[in-house]
């Protein structure tokens, strides 16, 4: 199974980005994806999660200015991130839970990372 994340860059603060995380692979099903995001010098943190019945949670952080959702026949997660500000820059990395055959355990995977830097 491969996590692929994509859409990060440089933007102007106010400005706006699209995250994106396609999962390939051996796929049953995916549980939960989620975006996390990791500034230098800080540790990783979960910045928005949505299960497959679509229940969401975000961090206090980034509500009202992002937007996760998901395209369960794509095996895709996205992330829509507005207002951005300077202390939104940080790798984001996305995660699901993936179970391979059914009835089988989910099992825990992450994409590379794509990096958001938001500065004038």
């Known amino acids: 199974v491969q996590l692929q994340a994509s859409g990060g860059g440089l933007v102007q603060p106010g400005g706006s980005l699209r995250l994106s995380c396609a999962a390939s692979?051996?796929?049953?099903?995916?549980?939960?994806m989620r975006w996390y995001c990791q500034a230098p010098g800080k540790q990783r943190e979960l910045v928005a999660g949505?299960?497959?019945?679509?229940?969401?949670n975000y961090a206090d952080s980034v509500k009202g200015r992002f937007t996760i959702s998901r395209d369960n026949a794509k095996n895709t997660v996205y992330l829509q991130m507005n207002s951005l500000k300077p202390e939104d820059t940080a790798v984001y990395s996305c995660?699901?839970?993936?179970?391979?055959?059914?009835?089988?355990?989910?099992?825990?995977?992450w994409g590379q990372g794509t990096l958001v830097t938001v500065s004038s």
């Open positions: 692979g051996s796929i049953f099903s995916i549980n939960a």
């Open positions: 949505i299960t497959s019945g679509g229940s969401i």
């Open positions: 995660n699901a839970d993936v179970q391979k055959i059914k009835h089988s355990v989910y099992y825990s995977y």
